[in-house]
């Protein structure tokens, strides 16, 4: 009987471990922290269940869906999207409408967005390279201007012309100012069924209980999930077969097969020798990390969005998710809110290592200055989480170094890196739950599946009716 050893117990780990244990294959998760679920886990705070941000599940693949239903069952919700963006002390509605639009530019503005749109459509950058070209391209410089730039720049923490056009065709839906306009004075008339865009399903206790579903049945499966046992490295023969992991306490777990959803570039560095090249590469691959700063604040009512992207340069400040909208009975009837503020921040930067009070002082001043809640409003608790590592930078030229750890990672036909930060890719759920099924899927069937190809297409996964996609 095949053995293989999971990486982490995030979304890929578990939809991997999940499948193999269904099908009787002996398969251990080692996860390095205390809970399942990865950056989609869910836990308590202040007597209700948050996640880390906003976490909407959305695909329009069956595999993916089947997964969800098969462990969530009918214990989710169908969540109407409510979000907006704030930008020069106005709130947008996000996806935009067009009243609300007009509403909030002036003409001057409303005219810059129409002719710098006719300039790009009568002479557009061939081969857009950058996030800047890409959208400038679709939306014009103007509209890019507005609502792009200065949120993905605090999103990546370098200049939108340092960011590959890959993550704009990965993220952005391929419409042009054209369409989103014509959609938007139409706001979805004659199309009855909420899209993906508008609707998502969310589980009713948490996001993260999907994964702690699947924990579950592994280990009902006669699998085994060993929380708080980081893996050290991986261990390869002469003969480039990978036999096992190191733990940290030194032991060693030998098997057939390991799937890696750690860091790629510790995966890669925990090898004894590496080609001069692919050590270069892997130096050159850099993560971004968030700090969220949760709120419990004494309000029932401060705004009805599942989440707001804050795109004014003046804070730092890029998302608040206000987790008293996404499913009523989480709260559980209490006045109190709980909000999520996000930071996003290089581990060098001061701000990952600054005193926690003095980053609770600067959510709380920024909170105040966007006029989202009342000026005496009472925050009754606050407490920080920092999660390292969360976003991979599509930094301009990135594909080419990966490209070059894929090359000679593929020489070990037993090891599969996939997931977020273990193959760098800006995965959501769905794509790191595709990736597990299909790890399983290679393992079981000794079908020749290439996992590195997956998420890099321009398939948009919120291309789709909620209705049909979620249909038993
Ligand atoms: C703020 C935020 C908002 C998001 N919003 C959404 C959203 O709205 N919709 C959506 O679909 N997705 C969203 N995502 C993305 C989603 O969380 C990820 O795509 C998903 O969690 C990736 O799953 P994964 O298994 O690839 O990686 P992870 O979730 O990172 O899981 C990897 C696991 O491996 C463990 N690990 C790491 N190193 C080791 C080691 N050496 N030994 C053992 N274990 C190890 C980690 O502890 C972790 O549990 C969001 C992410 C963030 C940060």
């Given at each position: 009987m095949k053995k293989v050893i999971v990486i982490g117990a995030g979304p890929a780990g578990l939809a991997c471990a999940y499948q193999l244990s269904k099908q009787g294959v002996m398969v251990t998760v080692f996860e390095a922290s205390d809970a399942v679920g990865g950056m989609a886990k869910s836990f308590d705070l202040w007597g209700q269940r948050v996640d880390l941000g906003p976490h909407r599940f959305f695909s329009n693949q069956k595999e993916i869906n089947g997964f969800f239903k098969e462990l969530i069952q009918d214990d989710f919700t169908l969540v109407n999207r409510q979000t907006r963006i704030f930008y020069n002390g106005k709130y947008f509605q996000y996806p935009l409408k067009f009243s609300n639009v007009l509403r909030n530019l002036s003409l001057v503005t409303i005219f810059q967005i129409l002719w710098d749109y006719a300039i790009q459509t009568i002479k557009p950058i061939k081969n857009p390279k950058n996030l800047e070209e890409w959208i400038s391209n679709r939306f014009g410089k103007k509209l890019y201007t507005i609502f792009f730039k200065h949120y993905s720049e605090k999103l990546w923490g370098?200049?939108?012309?340092?960011?590959?056009?890959?993550?704009?065709?990965?993220?952005?839906?391929?419409?042009?100012?054209?369409?989103?306009?014509?959609?938007?004075?139409?706001?979805?008339?004659?199309?009855?069924?909420?899209?993906?865009?508008?609707?998502?399903?969310?589980?009713?206790?948490?996001?993260?209980?999907?994964?702690?579903?699947?924990?579950?049945?592994?280990?009902?499966?006669?699998?085994?999930?060993?929380?708080?046992?980081?893996?050290?490295?991986?261990?390869?023969?002469?003969?480039?077969?990978?036999?096992?992991?190191?733990?940290?306490?030194?032991?060693?777990?030998?098997?057939?097969?390991?799937?890696?959803?750690?860091?790629?570039?510790?995966?890669?560095?925990?090898?004894?020798?590496?080609?001069?090249?692919?050590?270069?590469?892997?130096?050159?691959?850099?993560?971004?990390?968030?700090?969220?700063?949760?709120?419990?604040?004494?309000?029932?009512?401060?705004?009805?969005?599942?989440?707001?992207?804050?795109h004014s340069p003046n804070v730092k400040l890029g998302r608040i998710t206000n987790f008293r909208n996404w499913c009523p009975s989480l709260n559980k009837g209490k006045n109190a809110t709980i909000l999520a503020l996000e930071y996003w921040c290089f581990e060098a930067d001061p701000i990952w290592s600054q005193n926690e009070d003095d980053i609770i002082d600067l959510a709380k001043a920024e909170l105040l200055s966007i006029n989202l809640t009342p000026k005496k409003t009472t925050i009754i608790n606050a407490k920080i989480v920092k999660v390292p590592k969360c976003y991979p930078v599509y930094e301009t030229g990135y594909q080419e170094k990966l490209d070059v750890i894929i090359n000679y990672l593929k020489r070990y036909e037993n090891l599969m890196p996939i997931g977020r930060y273990g193959s760098f890719k800006y995965n959501n759920q769905d794509h790191s739950i595709y990736m597990g099924l299909m790890a399983a899927e290679k393992i079981v069937s000794n079908n020749p599946i290439d996992l590195w190809a997956i998420n890099t297409d321009d398939a948009y996964q919120e291309k789709g009716v909620v209705k049909d996609v979620l249909a038993p």
């Amino acid at each position: 009987m095949k053995k293989v050893i999971v990486i982490g117990a995030g979304p890929a780990g578990l939809a991997c471990a999940y499948q193999l244990s269904k099908q009787g294959v002996m398969v251990t998760v080692f996860e390095a922290s205390d809970a399942v679920g990865g950056m989609a886990k869910s836990f308590d705070l202040w007597g209700q269940r948050v996640d880390l941000g906003p976490h909407r599940f959305f695909s329009n693949q069956k595999e993916i869906n089947g997964f969800f239903k098969e462990l969530i069952q009918d214990d989710f919700t169908l969540v109407n999207r409510q979000t907006r963006i704030f930008y020069n002390g106005k709130y947008f509605q996000y996806p935009l409408k067009f009243s609300n639009v007009l509403r909030n530019l002036s003409l001057v503005t409303i005219f810059q967005i129409l002719w710098d749109y006719a300039i790009q459509t009568i002479k557009p950058i061939k081969n857009p390279k950058n996030l800047e070209e890409w959208i400038s391209n679709r939306f014009g410089k103007k509209l890019y201007t507005i609502f792009f730039k200065h949120y993905s720049e605090k999103l990546w923490g370098v200049k939108c012309t340092q960011i590959d056009a890959d993550w704009a065709a990965q993220r952005i839906k391929t419409l042009s100012l054209t369409q989103a306009v014509i959609s938007a004075i139409f706001n979805n008339k004659g199309n009855k069924h909420k899209t993906l865009v508008d609707q998502f399903a969310y589980p009713k206790n948490g996001s993260g209980t999907l994964y702690e579903r699947a924990a579950k049945a592994i280990e009902t499966n006669h699998g085994n999930v060993q929380l708080n046992t980081p893996i050290k490295n991986v261990l390869v023969d002469s003969n480039d077969k990978v036999y096992g992991v190191a733990l940290t306490d030194g032991s060693v777990v030998e098997a057939d097969y390991v799937v890696s959803t750690m860091p790629l570039t510790h995966l890669v560095k925990g090898f004894n020798e590496v080609p001069k090249q692919v050590e270069v590469a892997i130096q050159s691959l850099f993560f971004r990390n968030t700090i969220l700063v949760y709120f419990e604040i004494e309000e029932k009512d401060l705004f009805e969005d599942n989440w707001l992207y804050i795109h004014s340069p003046n804070v730092k400040l890029g998302r608040i998710t206000n987790f008293r909208n996404w499913c009523p009975s989480l709260n559980k009837g209490k006045n109190a809110t709980i909000l999520a503020l996000e930071y996003w921040c290089f581990e060098a930067d001061p701000i990952w290592s600054q005193n926690e009070d003095d980053i609770i002082d600067l959510a709380k001043a920024e909170l105040l200055s966007i006029n989202l809640t009342p000026k005496k409003t009472t925050i009754i608790n606050a407490k920080i989480v920092k999660v390292p590592k969360c976003y991979p930078v599509y930094e301009t030229g990135y594909q080419e170094k990966l490209d070059v750890i894929i090359n000679y990672l593929k020489r070990y036909e037993n090891l599969m890196p996939i997931g977020r930060y273990g193959s760098f890719k800006y995965n959501n759920q769905d794509h790191s739950i595709y990736m597990g099924l299909m790890a399983a899927e290679k393992i079981v069937s000794n079908n020749p599946i290439d996992l590195w190809a997956i998420n890099t297409d321009d398939a948009y996964q919120e291309k789709g009716v909620v209705k049909d996609v979620l249909a038993p």
